[in-house]
Nanobody
Framework: QVQLVESGGGLVQPGGSLRLSCTAS????????IGWFRRAPGKEREGLSC????????YYTDSVKGRFTISRDNAKNTVYLQMDSLTPEDTAVYYC???????????????????WGQGTQVTVSA
Protein backbone atom coordinates (compact mmCIF):
# COMPACT_ATOMS: atom_id res chain seq x y z
CA GLN A 1 0.00 0.00 0.00
CA VAL A 2 1.40 3.37 -1.06
CA GLN A 3 1.30 5.87 1.74
CA LEU A 4 2.86 9.19 2.76
CA VAL A 5 2.92 10.24 6.39
CA GLU A 6 3.91 13.71 7.59
CA SER A 7 5.12 14.41 11.10
CA GLY A 8 6.99 17.04 13.05
CA GLY A 9 4.35 19.72 13.25
CA GLY A 10 3.51 21.55 16.44
CA LEU A 11 3.49 24.87 18.21
CA VAL A 12 6.50 27.14 17.83
CA GLN A 13 7.20 30.75 18.73
CA PRO A 14 7.80 33.39 16.06
CA GLY A 15 11.37 33.26 14.89
CA GLY A 16 11.64 29.59 15.76
CA SER A 17 12.24 26.51 13.64
CA LEU A 18 10.59 23.19 12.93
CA ARG A 19 11.54 20.24 10.78
CA LEU A 20 8.76 18.36 9.10
CA SER A 21 9.19 14.79 7.92
CA CYS A 22 7.49 12.97 5.08
CA THR A 23 7.98 9.22 5.16
CA ALA A 24 6.86 6.97 2.36
CA SER A 25 5.81 3.35 2.56
CA UNK A 26 5.08 1.03 -0.30
CA UNK A 27 7.52 2.70 -2.71
CA UNK A 28 10.96 4.28 -2.88
CA UNK A 29 10.46 8.01 -2.46
CA UNK A 30 13.99 8.66 -3.71
CA UNK A 31 12.88 8.14 -7.31
CA UNK A 32 10.03 10.63 -7.05
CA UNK A 33 9.66 14.37 -7.04
CA ILE A 34 8.50 15.54 -3.64
CA GLY A 35 6.35 18.60 -3.11
CA TRP A 36 5.48 20.48 0.05
CA PHE A 37 2.22 22.39 0.36
CA ARG A 38 0.25 24.14 3.05
CA ARG A 39 -3.29 25.29 3.68
CA ALA A 40 -3.72 28.20 6.06
CA PRO A 41 -7.08 28.84 7.74
CA GLY A 42 -9.50 30.39 5.29
CA LYS A 43 -7.05 30.18 2.39
CA GLU A 44 -6.46 27.91 -0.57
CA ARG A 45 -3.72 25.33 -0.55
CA GLU A 46 -0.34 26.82 -1.50
CA GLY A 47 2.59 25.07 -3.10
CA LEU A 48 5.83 25.84 -1.27
CA SER A 49 8.62 23.78 -2.69
CA CYS A 50 9.48 20.77 -4.79
CA UNK A 51 12.55 18.67 -5.32
CA UNK A 52 13.60 16.17 -7.94
CA UNK A 53 16.68 14.68 -6.39
CA UNK A 54 17.54 12.44 -9.33
CA UNK A 55 18.02 15.45 -11.64
CA UNK A 56 19.00 18.04 -9.06
CA UNK A 57 16.00 20.30 -9.54
CA UNK A 58 14.70 22.20 -6.54
CA TYR A 59 12.25 25.08 -6.44
CA TYR A 60 10.99 27.31 -3.64
CA THR A 61 8.24 29.88 -3.82
CA ASP A 62 9.14 33.41 -2.84
CA SER A 63 7.22 33.18 0.42
CA VAL A 64 9.60 30.54 1.79
CA LYS A 65 12.80 30.98 -0.21
CA GLY A 66 15.75 31.42 2.10
CA ARG A 67 13.80 30.16 5.12
CA PHE A 68 12.71 26.64 4.15
CA THR A 69 14.96 23.83 2.92
CA ILE A 70 14.17 20.40 1.52
CA SER A 71 16.47 17.50 2.26
CA ARG A 72 16.33 13.72 1.93
CA ASP A 73 17.42 10.70 3.92
CA ASN A 74 17.48 7.90 1.39
CA ALA A 75 18.06 5.21 4.00
CA LYS A 76 14.93 6.24 5.88
CA ASN A 77 12.86 6.80 2.74
CA THR A 78 12.07 10.22 4.18
CA VAL A 79 12.08 13.79 2.96
CA TYR A 80 12.36 16.73 5.32
CA LEU A 81 11.27 20.34 5.23
CA GLN A 82 13.43 22.45 7.51
CA MET A 83 11.54 25.63 8.38
CA ASP A 84 13.40 28.54 9.94
CA SER A 85 12.48 32.11 10.89
CA LEU A 86 8.86 31.14 11.23
CA THR A 87 6.16 33.80 11.47
CA PRO A 88 2.48 33.59 12.40
CA GLU A 89 1.74 33.71 8.66
CA ASP A 90 3.30 30.26 8.38
CA THR A 91 0.54 28.77 10.51
CA ALA A 92 -1.14 26.10 8.39
CA VAL A 93 -1.60 22.41 7.80
CA TYR A 94 1.42 21.20 5.85
CA TYR A 95 1.26 18.40 3.29
CA CYS A 96 3.77 16.44 1.30
CA UNK A 97 3.03 14.87 -2.04
CA UNK A 98 4.85 12.93 -4.74
CA UNK A 99 4.86 12.74 -8.50
CA UNK A 100 7.03 11.23 -11.18
CA UNK A 101 7.12 14.50 -13.11
CA UNK A 102 10.06 16.87 -12.84
CA UNK A 103 10.00 19.64 -10.25
CA UNK A 104 9.04 23.01 -11.68
CA UNK A 105 7.15 26.13 -10.75
CA UNK A 106 4.35 25.02 -13.08
CA UNK A 107 4.14 21.57 -11.51
CA UNK A 108 3.86 23.11 -8.07
CA UNK A 109 1.32 25.75 -9.02
CA UNK A 110 -0.92 23.18 -10.73
CA UNK A 111 -0.50 20.70 -7.84
CA UNK A 112 0.19 17.92 -10.32
CA UNK A 113 0.97 15.36 -7.65
CA UNK A 114 -0.62 11.94 -7.37
CA UNK A 115 -0.02 10.82 -3.80
CA TRP A 116 -0.66 13.01 -0.77
CA GLY A 117 -0.10 12.72 2.94
CA GLN A 118 -2.71 13.51 5.56
CA GLY A 119 -1.06 16.72 6.73
CA THR A 120 0.53 17.97 9.92
CA GLN A 121 -0.45 21.14 11.79
CA VAL A 122 2.08 23.91 12.29
CA THR A 123 1.12 26.78 14.58
CA VAL A 124 3.38 29.79 15.01
CA SER A 125 2.33 31.84 17.99
CA ALA A 126 3.75 33.60 21.00
Amino acid sequence: QVQLVESGGGLVQPGGSLRLSCTASGYNINYYTIGWFRRAPGKEREGLSCDSASVGDTYYTDSVKGRFTISRDNAKNTVYLQMDSLTPEDTAVYYCATTQDRCSRYLLSRELFGSWGQGTQVTVSA
